[in-house]
């Protein structure tokens, strides 16, 4: 079973054709990857898809927009590999 | 359909919140300017506004989804396919489904046939906000009632 990292950076490195290698853990999906935020909604839809989830964009954008969170803490892929498992988490919880 | 005002679907048809389908008709007009120009001597129905008329029956269907609660703006046409000549005076039959609705945006799949043969097909996505404002809410409901939207998708329904 390939990781949560895999699964998000195939999904980028397909959406926007970003070389796969390219792609790292500590990479910033907007200031690295220059990833603009209607491209991220294509990156959005497949991993909602993928993880059968609906990852809280809007959250996040209100959030970074009233410097309560900075970019970091979401775009940067580990960080947001780790809001995904922790919302497949929360998923798995409530339908148990 | 009124080209002049970009008001482009007649009435909507079905719909169904469940499956999240939505089916609205359009009449294209015999006459208007644009097809003086669009070609002189051989009117078509431009192809953008095809898409555009997709659109607004996909847009419709997020609206409704919502209870009038968002708006949805045109964001993204993927595999956009005009798959034949539409002239002043035909029907569109438009029809479109909610593939999916994230977190601030929607995923749209749209048609239009006429006569049952297909005319054009697209993959439509939506940012969906907040309504601006309580008297833009207003009058996209008006406009939804004159479509004739089902009671049900309106705010109060």
Same mark, same amino acid.
């Given at each position: 079973m390939s990781s949560t990292f895999d699964t998000v950076a195939n999904i980028i490195a397909e959406t926007c054709d970003i070389p796969r290698e390219n792609i790292k853990p500590e990479s910033h999906a907007i200031d690295d990857l220059g990833i603009d935020s209607l491209d991220f909604l294509d990156i959005a839809f497949a991993i909602d898809k993928a993880f059968a989830i609906k990852l809280p964009l809007e959250k996040w954008t209100q959030e970074v927009n009233d410097g309560a969170a900075t970019t970091e803490q979401y775009f940067v892929l580990k960080n947001l590999c780790a809001r995904i498992d922790d919302l497949v988490a929360a998923k798995g919880a409530v339908s148990t | 359909m009124q080209l002049e005002y970009f008001q482009l679907i007649d009435r909507i048809v079905e719909l169904d919140l469940t499956d999240r389908t939505i089916r609205s008709e359009a009449k294209v007009p015999l006459t208007s300017t644009i097809f003086e120009g669009h070609f002189p001597g051989h009117p078509l129905m431009p192809g953008v506004l095809l898409i555009e008329t997709m659109a607004q029956t996909a847009g419709w269907l997020v609206i409704a989804a919502t209870r009038f609660q968002r708006m949805p703006f045109l964001a993204a046409v993927k595999e956009a396919k005009l798959r034949t000549f539409v002239t002043p005076g035909q029907l569109l039959s438009v029809s479109a489904e909610l593939v999916h609705e994230g977190s601030g945006y929607a995923m749209t799949a749209a048609r239009i046939a006429v006569d049952g043969k297909p005319v054009c097909n697209a993959e439509i996505t939506f940012k969906v906000t907040d309504f601006p !404002?309580? %008297?833009? +809410?207003? +009058?996209? @409901?008006?406009?939804?009632? +004159?479509? @004739? /939207?089902? /009671? %049900?998708?309106?705010? !109060?329904?």
């Open positions: - | !404002n309580a %008297e833009f +809410r207003a +009058r996209m @409901q008006e406009w939804g009632e +004159r479509l @004739q /939207i089902p /009671i %049900e998708a309106r705010a !109060n329904g």
